[in-house]
């Protein structure tokens, strides 16, 4: 079955696909940190991970109400993009197409982690 992008169906099978990939657990097992995806001018994802795992993840009609530790923000032609695996977020961040709101060394000291989170995003059936 197919979800709109981005919607609270798809996040929620979003999160399904981090919590049962072994990939993701594993590059993952030491990140600490919350983040919010957003699409500019419009809704975001709330995700709360913890070693390898969602804790939580979220729809939010107004990505401003959670302040996490990372804010990921760009404009819906280069989230598909990522969610196509035509870019690679990190490499949109380091380039200025993705803006990041928090540690990019963090991030860069992650990059196998954020790589996983984004396979298990190309993972969930999406429309648009």
Known sequence: MAFKF???EW????????NTSDAYANAAKTWEG???????GGPGI????WHGQCRKAEFLSDPHVKNPEFTITTDMEKWKKVLAGKLDPVQGMVTRQIKLDGNLVKIMKNVKAAQELVRCATKVETVY
């Open 11 to 18: 996040v929620a099978d979003f999160e399904t696909k981090i």
């Open 46 to 49: 709330y995700l709360d991970l």
């Open 34 to 40: 919350d983040i919010t995806l957003v699409i500019e």
């Open 6 to 8: 981005p919607s609270p």
